[in-house]
């Protein structure tokens, strides 16, 4: 018999719910009950029935809360490594003064991160507008995976964002070396943010120079496709000689009488190359040669990320894949989704900034009736 990969529990809190339901609803029919046989306004009676009904529709997301759980340590006894689906990573940023390019960059990091063999994860990148701060940014992130990568590994790092990393405090050691070169591409963004371009002194290499003056005429309203290979898992390596994922950058051409800049379309852009990407690299023109990016071409699984969001787990694709690998479960099952929590709140979240009743409650409430409603990050779908 195949080992259990997950279970869920029903939550301790749901007898508790039916109580208070069943003696909610008994208040609520002798209320109504008075209103019929003492003489109050009609508008009075709908206003109660109005508000009965809205409660009663949001019992739905009390009725079953259930937790899942998983077993990380049984994924080995049901798949080989080398039978792990391919993971494309899809995430999109659009302006970076709004989503600054550092953050970005860190999201981006947090994916390469994950804990799955380099040469079955991609992460793919659409920057709508095609911004040169952005690309900077992606540039100078694929250069510190190198040693972020082997850092993670390594030191078993959970928060594998380095944004939210350093953010937590405490680093010593190798951890205060590591923040010091985070802090140097921090500068060296800042300092392109600051003057609004891409400054070629900036830049080391010839061939990144190269890149940013083709680049000379784009405006974030006006420009071509843009398709750029910023890591290759055949060939890059980091500093332990350990392979790392493929990075892929993409802008969707631009061009002022036809505005498109919104996150579905980047999505789809995204998938559609990734497709060609495993069928054909001759319709492409890359910058740089995607020689062999891909070479498998069956069952893919595809998280999807805000830019503004960064995955804090990277056992994250072991855990949603335990899901995609039960027979059982599988055939019903469109999506895998992670909750969604927020930092830099305050003790007390005064403002709600948490969203408890959409990303707490209602999540796990509709995860034991038929699911939950795909809030558009950390989510992850099988093709
Ligand atoms: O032209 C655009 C505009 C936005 N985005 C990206 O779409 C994502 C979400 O946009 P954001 O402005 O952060 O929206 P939020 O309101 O913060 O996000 C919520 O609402 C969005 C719209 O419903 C959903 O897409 C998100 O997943 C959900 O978290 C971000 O990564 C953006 O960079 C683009 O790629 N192109
Ligand atoms: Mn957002």
């Known amino acids: 018999m195949a080992p259990l990969l997950h279970t869920h529990q029903i939550h301790p809190r749901t007898t508790l719910n039916h109580l208070h339901f069943l003696l909610y609803s ?3 029919l002798l209320l109504l009950h008075h209103h019929t046989t003492t003489p109050s306004s009609f508008l ?3 206003a109660d029935v109005f508000l009965g009904f809205m409660w009663l529709l949001a019992q739905g997301y009390r009725w079953r809360p259930v937790r899942c759980c998983e077993f990380p340590e049984l994924l080995s006894k049901v798949i080989a490594s080398k ?3 391919a993971l494309d990573v899809f995430f999109c940023t659009a302006d970076p003064y709004k989503e600054p390019p550092v953050g970005v960059a860190s999201t981006a990091l947090s994916a390469l991160a994950f804990d799955y063999p380099s040469d079955r994860l991609s992460v793919y990148v659409s920057v709508d507008g095609g911004s040169d701060l952005t690309l900077f940014a992606f540039f100078e992130a694929a250069k510190f995976a190198r040693c972020w990568l082997p850092f993670c590994r390594e030191n078993g790092v959970m928060e594998i ?6 953010q937590s405090g405490g680093c010593d050691g190798e951890a205060e070396e590591m923040k010091v070169m985070f802090e140097s591409l921090k500068e060296r963004v800042d300092c392109a943010m600051e003057k609004g371009y891409v400054d070629l ?3 080391n290499s010839l061939e990144e120079k190269e890149i940013f003056k083709t680049r000379k005429n784009f405006t974030l309203e006006d420009h071509p496709s843009i398709i750029q290979v910023l ?8 500093i332990t000689s350990h392979p790392l994922p493929n990075m892929i950058y993409i802008s969707r051409e631009k061009r002022p009488a036809s505005p498109h800049n919104f996150k579905a379309g980047a999505l789809n852009a995204l998938i559609f190359l990734c497709h060609c990407l495993r069928t054909s690299y ?3 023109c890359l910058h740089a040669k995607a020689s062999s990016l891909r070479n498998h071409d069956e069952r893919n699984v595809d998280p999807t990320l805000d830019c503004d969001t960064c995955s804090n787990d990277p056992n994250a694709p072991q855990r949603a894949l335990y899901y995609f690998l039960d027979k059982d479960f599988s055939p019903n099952l469109s999506f895998v989704q992670f909750p969604q929590r927020y930092t830099g709140i305050n003790k007390n979240d005064i403002y709600s900034g948490e969203f408890k009743r959409v990303f707490i409650l209602g999540e796990e409430g509709l995860d034991g009736l038929q699911g939950p409603n795909y809030v558009g990050t950390g989510c992850f779908f099988s093709r």
Not at 161 to 166: L, T
Not at 231 to 238: G, V
């Open 44 to 46: 009075l009676l709908l």
């Open 161 to 166: 964002s380095p944004e939210a990393y350093f």
């Open 26 to 28: 008994l208040s609520l």
């Open 231 to 238: 890591l290759e898992s055949k060939k890059d390596k980091d």
């Open 83 to 85: 039978d792990l689906p």
């Open 282 to 284: 001759s319709s492409f």
């Open 201 to 203: 002194n900036l830049v």
